[in-house]
């Protein structure tokens, strides 16, 4: 059952008076409330006992108690409390022995503390933890031996072995009880610390003829409900008279030892007098009743009462000792003394740092983020108590304190994750005492990666070379970028749009990936002579960063392409009287290739001796000049073209030189003819060329009618079969034929049409003023040039 100590009438108090002090805010960490919460259990208690409401009592929504992250902190070894962070309550998380935790010390109060986050605060707590009635009083020895001399007058009394009992207040021992009998009762009387001890006093004189020993039943009872009891027997023998009883110099002694005294120091020496003489007077010292403590810490002599430690002191468990020392004589009687030890506290305990909570690793760029919320304790006093905090100055951390020896580790700068990863902070704590006592403690603090960092390439620009024709997945080239970032954060790569190209990714044994160029497809430096690409390197970051640059890709030229002729077949003209020096043609090829693989030169392919005399050729320009007079036949030039490239390439063309005599047509047809007569002909074509033949004589022949009728008027004055010629020109009868087709000079002749003849035919004269031009289609044109006369005749 859970007793609340606090009366109702001031639960609304309290609970205004905490909602002022949540109000305090200090470095963004609320204060502790100075009146600590009570909270009150008893003993024995069943696991999951509810205690109280936290929300309830610190006047805070469930939701909101939930939301500030409570948690309850304890200097106890054992987690005796259960805090239910989704309803505040706060119950029982084992039973609770209030012998074992808290001895005999009474009251006995566990502190504890509610510690809270965002915002820090920290709320101090008692649990009372009340004693029940759960041990019985047992003396240490089930007889107690008793002499009592026969002559001891009535009133004496005697102090008895008192009784032990575990429980504290009113469950401790309260009463002793003798068995009835004709010469004693109990006497109960108060001793230090709060014990009470049992006296056996004499009623009557003892007559040792008549009663040598008496047994009698003592019996211990505590204060419970119901109350518990203990007992032993009391053994008296009545001795003879030894009226005497030994007493010491001084009641009380006081003494002060340091914790660390050495075992088997001197503490104290007492000495008590007994005036009696022989075994009546000799005295022997004991510890009267010690308890089971004081017997394993202390030892005396007998003989000359000198009192040792036996064992090491502890300021920190327990202070003073209240030692009880008996001196009895031979004869059985005694006399006591209070010996009190004062334990004086060194400092022999380093401060201790217990850590609450601890957040690691930590994103780099925070502000002012908590790492670490712990607390110092030292269990020495005084001086010695008082601590002292510190970090290393070359950290970006803080240290601020807070109440109860609370401190908090924060960020004092944001962190860089590229400049330092990783950060091994020393939390050195050192006492006020003599000498200073220090304590280390070590954290490791890890900085989390944020994408706060592109990637960046090592160069803005690079310029790769490749040889045209390569195979695909050709490997070209490496670049690399770096990005500080890890894990996610770090780099991809990607190029724009190109169906040349792709990356391949690679690593190294440092871990660092490196893109490779890689060759899709064969490159044809004369489609394409270079490539312009943007690689860009992408991390995995959210939101994503970038970097980019430029590769230049240049194409290296192979020999792959033969010079090309500008024709397939070359022909020309020449009058069979051309001096020798004479330009004849020119040949023209061009190579698609680049560098030394485009330079190019001409020569003769396959020449006869008479050619090579006959003809040179500009093996850089391709003209070809007359080394000898040419004779009226048909040559046949195949002028070869080769380029330097490894190995070069060549190309070959057939150059057609025909003599031609004044006007008259070249004795040889074109070879373009000769293909068109070998060839079948196609009877379409048959048709349309008979259709146009018929067509064209009938007009012909018209033409001839009108022409020959205007003669035959004209010539009615002139004899028959005779030609004059008039004094003076005739322009409209002349011919002008220019040197702008395949003839050196310009002429002109003189036609006349004679009407004996039996057949109408033209006859040249001597060259005359010109008086009609000839037409020339052009120098390189298939067709002869077109001669109009006066009569609108064309000839060719």
């Known amino acids: 059952i859970l007793v609340k100590r606090r009366m109702d009438a001031r639960v609304e108090c309290a609970v205004q008076q905490r909602q002022v002090l949540f109000l305090c805010v200090f470095l963004g960490m609320s204060w502790a409330a100075e009146e600590p919460l009570e909270y009150f259990v008893e003993e024995e208690a069943e696991r999951g006992t509810f205690l109280a409401n936290l929300a309830h009592d610190l006047g805070l929504g469930m939701e909101e108690l939930s939301a500030r992250e409570p948690r309850v902190i304890s200097d106890q070894k054992i987690g005796f409390l259960l805090l239910d962070p989704l309803t505040g309550d706060l119950s029982l998380n084992e039973k609770l022995d209030r012998e074992e935790l808290c001895g005999p010390k009474e009251p006995c109060v566990l502190p504890f503390q509610l510690l809270m986050g965002k915002p820090f605060e920290v709320f101090r707590a008692k649990l009372w933890v009340r004693d029940i009635n759960d041990h019985s009083p047992v003396f240490l020895d089930r ?308 994408n706060d960092n592109a990637p960046a390439f090592t160069q803005t620009s690079y310029t790769l070379w490749v040889r045209e024709n390569n195979s695909p997945a050709l490997h070209i080239g490496s670049v690399s970028a770096t990005d500080p970032d890890a894990g996610a954060n770090a780099q991809n790569y990607t190029i724009n749009l190109n169906s040349f190209f792709h990356i391949k990714i690679s690593g190294s044994d440092e871990g660092i990936i490196y893109p490779e160029l890689v060759l899709d497809r064969a490159l044809d430096r004369e489609k394409q002579q270079e490539f312009s690409l943007t690689l860009t390197a992408l991390d995995g970051g959210l939101p994503p960063r970038s970097g980019a640059t430029n590769i230049h890709i240049v194409i290296l030229d192979v020999n792959d392409n033969a010079p090309q002729f500008s024709q397939a077949i070359y022909e020309t003209q020449a009058p069979e009287n051309s001096p020798v020096g004479s330009f004849i043609a020119k040949v023209s090829a061009g190579d698609a290739d680049s560098g030394i693989n485009a330079d190019i030169s001409y020569s003769f392919f396959d020449a006869s001796e008479d050619i090579l005399t006959t003809f040179h050729i500009n093996p850089f320009s391709g003209e070809i000049i007359l080394r000898l007079l040419l004779d009226y036949e048909l040559q046949r030039l195949v002028v070869l073209v080769r380029d330097n490239g490894e190995p070069p390439l060549s190309a070959s063309v057939t150059l057609h030189v025909l003599l031609v005599d004044g006007f008259s047509q070249p004795y040889l047809p074109p070879p373009e003819a000769e293909a068109a007569a070998a060839a079948p002909a196609d009877p379409l074509t048959v048709y349309l060329v008979v259709a146009l033949a018929s067509v064209s004589s009938l007009f012909l022949f018209s033409v001839l009618v009108f022409v020959a009728v205007r003669l035959c008027r004209r010539a009615g004055a002139a004899s028959a079969g005779r030609c004059a010629v008039p004094e003076g020109h005739f322009p409209g009868h002349l011919l002008d034929v220019s040197g702008t087709g395949t003839l050196s000079q310009s002429y002109q002749y003189e036609v006349c049409l004679t009407g004996g003849a039996g057949t109408n035919e033209f006859k040249f004269l001597k060259p005359i003023l010109p008086t009609v031009q000839a037409q020339d289609p052009g120098r390189n044109s298939d067709e002869n040039p077109t001669f109009r006369n006066s009569l609108g005749f064309n000839f060719q």
């Open 143 to 450: 007889e107690i031996p008793l002499k009592i001399s026969e002559s001891t007058t009535p009133g004496a009394a005697f102090l008895l072995q008192s009784a032990q009992d575990s429980d504290v207040g009113t469950n401790n021992v309260r009463n002793y009880t003798i068995s009835p009998n004709a010469y004693f009762h109990i006497n109960v009387h108060n001793g230090a610390e709060g014990i009470i001890y049992p006296e056996l006093a004499l009623d009557r004189p003892l007559d040792r003829e008549e009663v040598p020993e008496l047994s009698l039943i003592l019996t211990a009872l505590d204060g419970g409900s119901p109350p518990r009891s203990g007992t032993t027997l009391v053994r008296i023998l009545v001795l003879d008279t030894n009226d005497n009883a030994p007493e010491f110099v001084q009641p009380l002694y006081k003494v002060q030892l340091c914790e660390d005294s050495p075992v088997g120091s001197l503490a104290v020496t007492v000495s008590a007098k007994d005036l009696d003489t022989g075994s009546n007077g000799e005295i022997v010292y004991a510890f009267f009743y010690a308890t089971e403590r004081i017997l394993k810490t202390f030892q005396i002599n007998p003989t000359s009462g000198s009192v040792y430690l036996k064992a090491e002191l502890d300021y920190e468990v327990i202070q003073t000792y209240t030692l009880t020392i008996q001196a009895k004589d031979g004869g059985g009687l005694s006399g006591k003394c209070t010996v009190v030890v004062q334990v004086t506290d060194i400092n022999d305990n380093p401060p201790e740092l217990l850590m609450s909570s601890l957040t690691s690793p930590i994103k780099e760029n925070s502000l002012e983020t908590v790492v670490a919320v712990f607390r110092i304790r030292d269990r020495d006093s005084g001086n010695n108590a008082k601590t002292v905090c510190s970090i290393q100055d070359d950290l970006p951390f803080l240290l601020k304190p807070s109440v109860e020896n609370y401190y908090t580790l924060v960020t004092d700068s944001p962190l860089d994750r590229e400049e330092r990863a990783e950060y091994i902070i020393t939390i050195t704590v050192t006492d006020m005492g003599t000498p200073r006592l220090k304590t280390e403690h070590n954290i490791t603090v890890l900085v989390s990666d944020v």
